[in-house]
């Protein structure tokens, strides 16, 4: 069992920066490695994965927030971050913070989200990014 807990949304003008944290909680540890990420979908509009790390620290980002985005993560507090600079009107959306606990490479998260078998893939409950122009 897998908790994902976001925190750090907000309200920030274009051109600013926020920074989200997901602590991740487990009563069991992954069985090997395991990959963790950020999605994002606003209404209308499909979801989307924007970066992603293995426990290796291996990283992918969307294209649209390479540059602007960094995934990172600390393991002996538990949690991930996703720093976010130059923010855009068009990064506005809810973000959710998603495991695989297996291994998967982090293209193959952003590009499949976790996955839907139990003990497997976990997603947290979302943390809201609006920006205004």
């Known amino acids: 069992e897998v908790q994902l807990v976001e925190s750090g949304g907000g309200s920030v003008q274009a051109g600013g920066s926020l920074r989200l944290s997901c602590k991740y909680l487990?009563?069991?540890?992954?069985?090997?490695?395991?990959?963790m990420g950020w999605f994002r979908q606003a209404p209308g509009k499909e979801r989307e994965g924007v970066a992603a790390?293995?426990?290796?620290?291996?990283?992918d980002y969307a294209d649209s927030v390479s540059g602007r985005f960094s995934v990172s993560n600390d393991n002996a507090k538990r949690t991930l971050f996703l720093q976010m600079d130059n923010l855009k009107p068009e990064d506005s959306a809810m973000y959710y913070c998603?495991?695989?606990?297996?291994?998967?490479?982090?293209?193959?998260?952003?590009?499949?989200?976790?996955?839907?078998?139990?003990?497997?893939?976990?997603w947290g409950q979302g943390t809201q990014v609006t920006v205004s122009s």
């Open positions: 790390i293995d426990s290796d620290g291996e990283v």
């Open positions: 998603a495991a695989e606990w297996v291994y998967c490479s982090p293209g193959y998260l952003l590009k499949q989200g976790p996955s839907k078998y139990n003990g497997r893939g976990y």
């Open positions: 487990y009563s069991q540890a992954p069985h090997t490695r395991f990959c």
